[in-house]
């Protein structure tokens, strides 16, 4: 999922941690869009035939289309074709891997026609999805899922920026969680832009200094208007969400880089989230809700 992974289990086992690893090592499988056999990748070159999924593939076609579904499209997971036009193509962590989509792949897709019956799904001819960031929110929230159901007491699931927390923290009180200042070297000694307490939920965050990559007119980077198919301009350098679960802190981040912060705050808060934003200036603002996690 081209980042790093920590896990942190309360009352658990070496076993259950190893197992843990497992699942994310499966997930990025199924789910990576560089790799020509993934599920995703597959579902993709369907070409509007149906496709039987795994579970927890047919879980992220779902929580990709509610995610657009809930910010009205400024959360489109079918940008895929405009990703690769711009020169998105390759993995940032190993270029020997590239996306290839059919020739019918088209974007904007049509992501109120994708059909999910049980174990199948039928994406309209020419729609393709990215599990993009959505992806690694919902991994951190399997991880955790299956940590407690395993036996530990609590589970922390961190992937790539993502978090996901549930159970008894380790100190026995909130899970206390910083989020790195996006200005600062990512060293054990740079101080945090702002620290969170959570007895449960996800804090997410998106930046636009990420996945960055050139193209004909100059850098670009991953995050991508829907309204333009081209890079955000709001000024937003990074949005942190905090939110229910990783998938849907995810798909909020992406309100701040497509609205201005008014705006994306007003749409944070009415769907259950609290936000950060860090501008150019690097001067953080933040939602009304934020102080209730200090």
């Not at 869009?33 to 076609?61: K, Q, Y």
């Not at 999910?116 to 994406?123: A, F, G």
């Not at 955790?144 to 961190?158: D, P, R, W």
Request: aromatic fraction near 6%; charged fraction near 20%.
């Amino acid at each position: 999922m081209g980042g790093t992974a920590q896990i942190t289990l309360v009352g658990g086992t070496q076993a259950m941690l190893d197992a843990c690893f497992d699942l994310l090592r499966d997930l990025e499988l199924r789910w990576s869009r560089f790799l020509p056999d993934s599920e995703i990748s597959v579902l993709n070159r369907s070409e509007g035939r149906p496709v039987r999924l795994s579970g927890e593939t047919v879980r992220l076609v779902v929580e990709l289309v509610a995610a657009w579904s809930m910010t009205g499209g400024v959360f489109d997971p079918s940008t895929l074709p405009r990703l690769l036009e711009l020169g998105y193509r390759t993995s940032r962590t190993n270029p020997a891997l590239r996306t290839e989509l059919p020739r019918s792949a088209c974007w904007p897709g049509n992501m109120a026609g994708i059909r999910v019956e049980s174990s199948t799904v039928t994406l309209p001819r020419g729609t393709t999805l990215d599990p993009g960031g959505l992806g690694k929110g919902l991994a951190a929230d399997l991880i955790v899922e299956f940590a407690l159901s395993s036996g530990a007491s609590g589970a922390l699931a961190e992937i790539g920026g993502d978090l996901v927390v549930a159970g008894e923290a380790p100190d026995g009180a909130a899970w206390k969680v910083a989020v790195e200042d996006p200005f600062e070297a990512p060293v054990d000694s740079a101080a945090p832009i702002a620290t969170v307490r959570l007895g449960a939920g996800a804090v997410a965050t998106s930046s636009r200094l990420n996945r960055r990559f050139e193209t004909a007119e100059g850098p670009a980077h991953h995050l991508i208007d829907p309204s333009s198919g081209r890079n955000s301009t709001t000024g937003a350098v990074t949005a942190t969400v905090i939110a229910g679960s990783g998938a849907r802190a995810e798909a909020l981040t992406k309100l701040a880089f497509n609205t201005e912060p008014a705006a994306a705050f007003e749409l944070v808060t009415g769907l259950g989230g609290a936000a950060m934003i860090v501008p150019e200036d690097r001067r953080p603002l933040f939602s009304t809700g934020w102080k209730d996690f200090q």
